[in-house]
């Protein structure tokens, strides 16, 4: 039996704020469910005050003791619970993990070096120790480190092997050298692993300690040893692309699921998609919107940031409701300019626009199933969910060629009358491009007949974790 360890600072249904906690909630379960009991699967993540105490009251007590970080002495507590045959293990500490949110706090580095840190000293405390320690983002990027230069010599860590996932380049764990043994515990040998261009990069030393390096798409594999998207990580990554591959992620087919999903007005399926309209009917009723099934409607769920692309749909937004009869649907939070300009176009066009400055789980799927066209023009995107999502509930995406949207999203035509594709594409950053794209989109949905089997085809694209988890599987046996 092979036994996995994934390492990671959120993890749904417990804590998460993104796509990080979304992959840890989905693929140790995935990877269980395909393999059975030729695989140990096991998680560790933080303790954080927001875990619910419904899933507090599953939990079984493991064990406790002291972890040394630096000059300090702090208290590890460690609880277990067991979901869908994957043990998930919490670590227990409330002076840094009760803190209200899971990032942002100005002691993040300490914090998350000491959960690295007593992810590896619970092993003798739960007699388990691991074959595989597959660690995600610089927020557990030291457990790769603290490894390699603390445990390689003590028995039971000798011969356990690394994987390191970079979910998004921009967040490194950049922090001040003066601060390597006060706050990290590392004496000045340590210096060569971590020092990047003058800082301590966390990410930098998981990089060079782990045995092997992964991205969660083939193509950000590559994008990610390119100046213009490695934020400055370009040259360590090229040095390392011997160890370094792109494995995309897959989405949880039970949670968006459009055939059960209790939360959509009407349920349906890729071989019956007429519930569909009855959800754009709910969602416009929902919203005060005019009730049109012959609109079409477009959505956007994104934090509202320049590099998911929201400068594009900014550049054509006034254009694109001046020239086309359709209604827009727009859900998410970010900065204040783009936050502003969706109120303005709103407020502009309030019987086809409503811009929902919020974030809201249940109503996104709600979203998700209303839509005919979901817009995803991202700058860069590592993976992406979205575009999984929404072809899911049949919102067939507009993405631009970069990251996983290349690898998912293959753009539209027709051949000798057969479908090609499962959405619309663009290659270059451009608004006009992205124009043109919303142009084709809305020529097809005006072909009730084409528009309908390109929703059943998209739909029927698999994006489950299956493949996936198959990838992953033969990453470990290989190590």
């Known amino acids: 039996m092979k036994k996995i360890l994934y390492v990671g600072s959120e993890c749904m249904p417990f804590a998460a704020t993104g796509g990080l906690g979304d992959v840890m909630g989905s693929l140790p379960a995935s990877l269980k469910e395909k393999y059975g009991d030729e695989y140990d699967v096991r998680v560790a993540m933080p303790l954080y005050d927001s875990v619910n105490d419904s899933w507090r009251s599953q939990m079984k007590f493991e064990a406790n003791f002291t972890v040394r970080l630096g000059w300090r002495e702090q208290y590890c507590g460690v609880f277990s619970l067991v979901k869908d045959n994957v043990t998930y293990y919490f670590i227990d500490n409330e002076f840094y993990f009760k803190r209200g949110c899971l990032y942002g706090q100005y002691d993040d580095g300490e914090r998350f070096a000491f959960f690295s ?55 490194q764990g950049k922090y ?30 998981a990089v060079e300690c782990a045995d ?54 009407k349920n349906y399926m890729w071989r019956s998609i007429k519930g569909k309209a009855a959800c754009k ?33 900014k550049a054509v937004g006034f254009r694109m409701m001046a020239e086309h009869d359709c209604q827009l649907v727009v859900l998410g939070t970010g900065e204040a300019q ?45 993976c992406g969910l979205s575009q999984m999502i929404c072809s899911r509930y049949g919102a067939v995406p507009i993405v631009r060629e970069t990251g996983g949207l290349y690898d998912s999203i293959k753009g539209y035509w027709v051949c000798d009358g057969e479908i090609r594709g499962n959405g619309f594409t663009f290659a270059n950053y451009n608004a006009d491009e992205l124009y043109d794209r919303i142009g084709a989109a809305l020529a097809v949905y005006e072909d009730g007949t084409a528009m309908k089997k390109l929703q059943q085809k998209v739909m029927k694209t698999d994006f489950s974790w299956s493949a996936s988890a198959c990838q992953y599987a033969e990453l470990y046996n290989n190590l």
């Not at 370009?234 to 939360?263: A, C, Q, R, T």
């Not at 009917?281 to 934090?303: K, N």
């Not at 974030?359 to 995803?376: G, P």
């Open 117 to 171: 840190l007593a992810v590896l000293e619970m092993f003798p405390h739960i007699g388990f120790y691991p074959d595989v320690i597959h660690a995600n983002d610089w927020q557990s990027a030291l457990t790769v480190v603290y490894l390699n230069t603390q445990f390689r010599n003590v028995w039971g860590y000798t011969y356990i092997k690394t994987v390191f996932t970079i979910h998004n380049i921009e967040y």
């Open 281 to 313: 009917t709910a969602l416009q009723e929902e919203l005060g919107l005019p009730v049109r099934e012959d609109v079409p409607m477009f959505s956007i769920i994104s934090r509202l940031v320049s590099h998911k692309g929201t400068d594009l749909v």
């Open 338 to 382: 783009y936050e502003e300009f969706f109120r303005a176009l709103e407020r502009e066009y309030p019987d086809r626009v409503r811009a929902l400055i919020k974030y809201d789980r249940n109503l996104s799927k709600r979203i998700y199933a209303a839509s005919d066209f979901f817009i995803m023009p991202s700058k860069s995107e590592p």
């Open 212 to 265: 092997r390096v992964t991205t969660v798409s083939p193509r950000y594999a590559q994008e990610i040893q390119w100046a213009e998207y490695a934020h400055g990580l370009e040259d360590l990554l090229s040095g390392v692309s011997f160890k370094l591959s792109g494995i995309l992620n897959g989405i949880d087919y039970n949670y968006y699921n459009p055939h059960e999903d209790s939360e959509i007005a």
């Open 176 to 205: 001040d050298m003066y601060i390597l043994g006060d706050v990290f515990g590392m004496d000045e040998r340590n210096v060569p692993l971590l020092e990047w261009r003058g800082c301590l990069n966390l990410m930098k030393g």
